[in-house]
């Protein structure tokens, strides 16, 4: 016989605050645990889909990001030789020599300057990511003093409206532009023409060359051409993978922060679990004793009391995913300690969070209530009707 | 003191449950001082700086240079005493993994600036004679358990290829709040080398470190150099070290913003177990507090035992927490040498954990004690369980 579960809920309602106070600590738990999920989620997404499996980013032997790599005019020339680039529609082949730069902006939020990328784009470096849209405004005219920026670096920092002016290298440059590329990290960087870009800066090479595979499966060959060619010190990298390693160390510290966070705040809330499924069973000593009279076996009263804190699991599991979902609103924007530019990514709830979640809630109520699930089991019925 | 006995036998009139709850403040007090103490080693460098030292860069970013010539012309700022510079030099050691602080510096001027690296004289004599010569922090040696005149093979990532160095000595700190895992080397190294391979990356300087005579002629003498390089090539930016090392703290903001909200949270974990473990007692002693009431105990005398209570919890939670602090911070400090130089428990880490363990035994006991302030004799000891 299985003892009914509106038995459970009517006990729940009974000790109001104790429930309040257990399912609200697994809430935040479950919180906690759901919003780093989504953070390291967000963060691998917004590297991921920077790249595009078939794009190709040759940067310096052993330099590790595209700020510190540099690339001369006789190299890059080379590079631009190689068969397996794709033609575009236009005809012209499908690579972009750029250059990378870092320049110094204060935030809207705080007015203290951080690190933004200023990317030197050729012709081929829209059509080379055609996940950028542009969203007000226009294209930057090639040989002109103009920048377009992208959404996240107009929406957090100061000075970069659109037609607004910004002054660096001596120039003045003007923004035309602003582009949303999504979720991705260009969506933090400031775009302008490369040779002036070079020009203002004084940096007389190039920093990455990026070009279109015609045939996904040439990349070990374009690469081999590439690494072992004499006149080159330069390696290339799949874009998706490229940007990957950018994040690698981020999103390790962001895991095992969160990891380690979770599995104390967990200690915490399963104690809170088994505290308050002890003392109902401490308190029911007679009900229990006369539900085993009524006939109800062992077994269903451990069905019961595991029940019970099964309830105040889920209960505190559905509540921190309700307001774990909010913070999808909220966008993080820092820098990455691998590439020292600014990066804006978001949490992102996926269903795999929610499912990882809510059994993560259940066995804190599980191992919460077990125990005490077994002691209720265990009463002997003569003893527990005198208690 | 037969108040705080009468506490301590109440607290753990149910034992399992007092304990489950203990156990739970310490491990919530633990987490919150080291998060505490991270927040607080990521302001290490801030911390550590000095006021009469200011850093010159690039006013673009960090990552462009300034030109070698700057430096005669800051020397004649009125107020600078000493001029040294440097430069980020990003390489690792064998592996990408084995990163470490590694800056190119001009010997003399900048172990002059810096008095708080302590190195040997014999060594810092070997040091300055050997132009392939470097000096490491205690820490970082130990890591990779260097030994003087070890040659050490770095490679590169701004500046390519493999370099060759010989550790000439390693320098201890002055106090505990010192970065030991740096690592110097001649600036004059690279630069003669970048001559022959690059030479348009030659005599091209990261960094420029003013030292000042007086703290407060650092803004005087911040505001000179900047006005001599305005509307020049490379226009600098000068702020004292510890502005500098702010800035850096301020990018990684969100991050740390992330860890302070945490380690509230956690406090509010705690406080629901807490407040839930006082709600269980007062319910079950409801009778108790009836039959003190019909014995002519006030409202006063019966929050003082609810309260005592939940602090006996809560405190020697909070002292088990405490003292578990300092052996798993020991840990944390030796595999995290190279994030986290400096990882030191500060004293205000303690306070804020009594405090907090103190917030969180009035918060828990509020409502129980509101309600067997309220219940009424009658009802008090007619209720059962």
């Given at each position: 016989m299985i003892v009914p579960a509106a038995y459970n809920l009517r006990n729940l309602m009974k000790r109001r605050v104790t429930t309040i106070l257990t399912v609200g600590g697994m809430a935040l738990v479950v919180f906690v645990f759901a919003s780093i999920l989504m953070l390291a989620d967000g963060l691998e997404k917004t590297l991921v889909e920077t790249g595009s499996y078939d794009n190709v980013v040759v940067i310096r032997k052993g330099s590790?990001?595209?700020?510190?790599?540099?690339?001369?005019?006789?190299?890059?020339?080379?590079?631009?030789?190689?068969?397996?680039?794709?033609?575009?529609?236009?005809?012209?082949?499908?690579?972009?020599?750029?250059?990378?730069?870092?320049?110094?902006?204060?935030?809207?939020?705080?007015?203290?300057?951080?690190?933004?990328?200023?990317?030197?784009?050729?012709?081929?470096?829209?059509?080379?990511?055609?996940?950028?849209?542009?969203?007000?405004?226009?294209?930057?005219?090639?040989?002109?003093?103009?920048?377009?920026?992208?959404?996240?670096?107009?929406?957090?920092?100061?000075?970069?409206?659109?037609?607004?002016?910004?002054?660096?290298?001596?120039?003045?440059?003007?923004?035309?532009?602003?582009?949303?590329?999504?979720?991705?990290?260009?969506?933090?960087?400031?775009?302008?023409?490369?040779?002036?870009?070079?020009?203002?800066?004084?940096?007389?090479?190039?920093?990455?060359?990026?070009?279109?595979?015609?045939?996904?499966?040439?990349?070990?060959?374009?690469?081999?051409?590439?690494?072992?060619?004499?006149?080159l010190t330069l390696e290339a990298k799949r874009e998706t993978r490229y940007y990957l390693d950018q994040s690698e160390m981020m999103a390790k510290f962001l895991r095992i922060l969160g990891l380690s966070l979770t599995i104390l705040f967990s200690l915490g809330a399963m104690i809170g679990a088994m505290n308050t499924m002890y003392s109902a069973v401490a308190n029911r000593t007679n009900e229990i004793g006369t539900l085993r009279a009524l006939g109800y076996q062992r077994r269903g009263i451990l069905l019961a009391f595991l029940t019970e804190s099964l309830i105040l699991g889920a209960t505190g599991g559905i509540i921190g995913i309700f307001f774990a979902s909010f913070m999808q609103f909220i966008t993080i924007s820092t820098v990455n300690f691998q590439t020292f530019s600014e990066l804006a990514f978001s949490f992102i709830l996926s269903i795999e969070i929610v499912a990882e979640a809510i059994a993560f809630a259940l066995i804190m109520g599980f191992i919460g209530g077990i125990m005490p699930a077994i002691r209720a089991s265990r009463m002997n019925i003569v003893d527990a009707l005198r208690a | 003191m037969v108040v705080l006995k009468i506490l301590i036998r109440n607290a753990f009139r149910n034992k399992l449950r007092t304990t489950l709850t203990i156990f739970g403040v310490a491990i919530a007090i633990l987490s919150f001082g080291l998060l505490r103490t991270v927040v607080s080693a990521w302001y290490a460098g801030v911390d550590a700086s000095s006021a009469t030292r200011l850093i010159t860069r690039n006013a673009i970013s960090i990552i462009f240079p300034l030109p070698l010539s700057y430096k005669d012309k800051i020397r004649q700022v009125e107020g600078v005493k000493t001029v040294s510079w440097g430069n980020w030099f990003g390489a690792y050691y064998i592996e990408e993994k084995n990163f470490f602080a590694n800056f190119c510096v001009e010997p003399v001027s900048y172990l002059e600036l810096y008095p708080e690296f302590v190195l040997r004289l014999d060594a810092r004599r070997a040091f300055l004679n050997d132009r392939k010569g470097c000096i490491a922090g205690r820490k970082l040696a130990e890591k990779f358990k260097w030994k003087v005149g070890d040659n050490i093979p770095l490679k590169g990532t701004i500046y390519p290829g493999t370099w060759n160095f010989v550790l000439r000595g390693t320098y201890k700190g002055r106090d505990k709040t010192i970065d030991e895992t740096q690592f110097f080397f001649h600036w004059d190294y690279l630069n003669e080398t970048l001559k022959k391979?690059?030479?348009?990356?030659?005599?091209?300087?990261?960094?420029?470190?003013?030292?000042?005579?007086?703290?407060?002629?650092?803004?005087?003498?911040?505001?000179?150099?900047?006005?001599?390089?305005?509307?020049?090539?490379?226009?600098?930016?000068?702020?004292?070290?510890?502005?500098?090392?702010?800035?850096?703290?301020?990018?990684?903001?969100?991050?740390?913003?992330?860890?302070?909200?945490?380690?509230?949270?956690?406090?509010?974990?705690?406080?629901?177990?807490?407040?839930?473990?006082?709600?269980?007692?007062?319910?079950?002693?409801?009778?108790?507090?009836?039959?003190?009431?019909?014995?002519?105990?006030?409202?006063?005398?019966?929050?003082?035992?609810?309260?005592?209570?939940?602090?006996?919890?809560?405190?020697?939670?909070?002292?088990?927490?405490?003292?578990?602090?300092?052996?798993?911070?020991?840990?944390?400090?030796?595999?995290?040498?190279?994030?986290?130089?400096?990882?030191?428990?500060?004293?205000?880490?303690?306070?804020?954990?009594?405090?907090?363990?103190?917030?969180?035994?009035?918060?828990?006991?509020?409502?129980?004690?509101?309600?067997?302030?309220?219940?009424?004799?009658?009802?008090?000891?007619r209720r059962v369980g």
């Open positions: 590790t990001s595209e700020v510190i790599s540099g690339i001369e005019r006789t190299q890059s020339a080379i590079v631009e030789m190689l068969p397996q680039i794709a033609v575009g529609t236009d005809g012209q082949k499908m690579v972009a020599k750029e250059v990378v730069v870092l320049i110094a902006l204060p935030k809207v939020s705080t007015g203290k300057v951080s690190n933004v990328t200023v990317r030197g784009i050729s012709h081929q470096s829209f059509p080379l990511r055609p996940q950028i849209k542009l969203s007000q405004g226009r294209l930057p005219k090639m040989g002109s003093m103009e920048i377009a920026v992208g959404r996240s670096v107009a929406r957090g920092f100061q000075g970069v409206g659109l037609n607004e002016t910004v002054t660096w290298g001596m120039r003045s440059w003007r923004v035309v532009g602003i582009f949303d590329a999504g979720s991705t990290g260009f969506s933090s960087e400031i775009w302008a023409d490369v040779d002036q870009v070079m020009q203002a800066f004084r940096r007389p090479v190039y920093s990455s060359v990026l070009f279109k595979l015609r045939d996904s499966g040439d990349f070990p060959n374009a690469k081999s051409i590439l690494e072992n060619d004499p006149r | 391979t690059a030479p348009g990356r030659a005599d091209q300087v990261g960094f420029y470190i003013i030292g000042v005579s007086r703290p407060d002629l650092a803004a005087d003498v911040s505001t000179s150099v900047d006005r001599m390089f305005q509307n020049s090539y490379a226009e600098t930016l000068t702020e004292t070290e510890k502005a500098f090392n702010l800035g850096f703290v301020a990018m990684t903001e969100a991050i740390l913003t992330v860890i302070q909200v945490v380690s509230l949270v956690i406090i509010i974990i705690i406080m629901a177990v807490v407040a839930n473990t006082m709600a269980m007692t007062t319910r079950e002693r409801i009778g108790d507090y009836a039959i003190m009431k019909t014995l002519g105990f006030g409202g006063r005398e019966i929050s003082i035992l609810i309260l005592g209570e939940s602090l006996v919890i809560t405190l020697t939670g909070c002292i088990i927490g405490i003292l578990l602090t300092f052996p798993v911070a020991r840990i944390f400090s030796q595999e995290l040498a190279i994030i986290f130089p400096v990882f030191n428990i500060s004293s205000e880490t303690l306070y804020l954990d009594l405090s907090a363990a103190v917030v969180v035994a009035f918060a828990a006991a509020l409502i129980p004690t509101r309600r067997a302030i309220r219940i009424r004799i009658a009802e008090g000891l």
